[in-house]
């Protein structure tokens, strides 16, 4: 075991001495090529399905990366565009695949936490109560993990219903954990024995699980006790792909373990690379061994970009639409969901450049204030805290103001002009005692 854990310290020692000081990895090279990217396909007119519920995920991130309500305006209007519903076209979708666009309606809402705009999350929690309260989500494949799971915790920040969260916990360790093979570390489509290893791993579909335990992560409180179980698997499966990582271009394979000699692949590449970047800055994984092979995946993702003189602003290289390994594919493949995760990944090492390494939390500001004031979700640009007695609210660094709306979406409270270095104000009275008020902070 320590022969291999040398082993693995000398591969990431090559990939950190290559992998540094290089122009690709300043926040704004990172920034520009996100807006590049996206400039090839953003429009309010997408379809709502899997690929491009995840495409808007990343429309989300970047606009918490850029702060430019262009990106946040065309969530909002691809919202409207299919009537804030499931890609089912309902309120109550058994198919898990088509409640992945509720992510973007839910985050959308957040920074726009108005009464007339309480429609945008309607089939959103809808879904969600009547899977924690009625019935229990079917994720029979592991893509449908993260497009379902990820809106469980959205909901409960919204809403402030613990009960969400148990639920979920529940699912995950009983759904979800059918997808991950503890021999093998890593996640697939069906892994129901877990206890020996498999002949093939789908790289995406590693992806997938990936993908759903940082973007759980993103808004579970901090100090849930179901947090440590969502870190162990991400460490775990982050710590085994460093072995199957190819040292040459930094990407993976459709096919993790059995063909190294096959085409590069960028949709688990992207997926993975936000799971590193995200592990990284909310210190789930030490900088010192990953870092070098997070930049290395992010270099072989922008070594994707312009392959197709037909598409020079999308990237090539990302396996279509399947259920398994499969090397069918090229420098003409570009798909949404590739993109999306291209755009969180960005978002997350953008942060990390900007803001460091956060050793207190899983990704959201869920320091305890008091008994009933809690900062549930924080984003680039916002950050959302539950309050009913406590009077003594934190800000987040550089808020000049700050607003604060009911649950129904009527404003309570302004406070512009707020002076440079304050960390909390006091809120008057009246408004503090109104349970369940939710605050909303803009830089």
Known sequence: MKAQHAAIAATVAV??????????????????????????????????????????????????????????????????????LSSSG???????DNVGCYQGYLEAYMQQPLAANAGWIAAPIAYVKRNTYQIQPSWPIVDQYHMSAA??????????????????????????????????????????????PRDSYWGRGCGWGVMAQGRILQFLPKNHYSAPWYK????????????????TDGMWRSDLINHPEWNKEASSTAFFAFGYFYAIRNGIIDSATFIGPAKKAWKGLLDCIGVDPNQPNLLGWS?????????????????????????????EFYRLLTEGVDHGSTG????????????????????????????????????????????????????????????????????AERNGATVVRYR
């Not at 499969?326 to 590739?338: R, W």
């Open 90 to 96: 309902d309120t109550a979708p058994t198919n898990s």
């Open 364 to 431: 959201i500001r869920s320091t305890v204030v008091s008994t009933s004031a809690r900062l549930v979700e924080r984003g680039s640009a916002h950050l959302v805290c539950r309050v009913s007695r406590a009077r003594a609210v934190p800000l987040p660094a550089g808020a000049t103001s700050i607003t604060i709306f009911s649950l129904a979406g009527k404003q309570l409270y302004e406070q512009a002009g707020i002076a440079a270095g304050t960390t909390s104000i006091i809120l008057p009275a009246g408004v």
């Open 232 to 247: 162990e698997k991400l460490r775990a499966v982050l710590y085994r792909l460093l072995r199957l990582q190819n040292q």
């Open 151 to 196: 809106n469980f915790v959205r909901v409960a920040a919204i809403t402030g219903d613990s009960v969400i969260l148990d639920s979920l916990y529940k699912f995950c360790t009983t759904i979800a954990v059918r997808h991950y093979n503890v021999k093998d570390s890593l996640f697939n489509s069906n892994c129901s024995d877990t206890s020996h």
């Open 319 to 347: 396996q279509g639409v399947g259920g398994s390994a499969s090397n069918n594919f090229g420098i003409t493949n570009h798909d949404e969901y590739t993109e999306g995760g291209f755009f969180l990944a960005g978002n």
């Open 15 to 84: 990939f950190a001495a290559s992998a540094f000081a290089q122009p690709e990895f300043t926040p704004d090279s990172i920034k520009n090529v996100c807006k590049r990217v996206a400039k090839a396909r953003l429009s309010s007119k997408q379809g709502n399905g899997w690929q491009q519920g995840t495409y808007y995920e990343g429309v989300m991130a970047l606009y918490y990366m850029t702060k430019d309500s262009q990106y946040l305006d065309s969530t909002i209007a691809w919202g409207k565009y299919h009537n804030w």
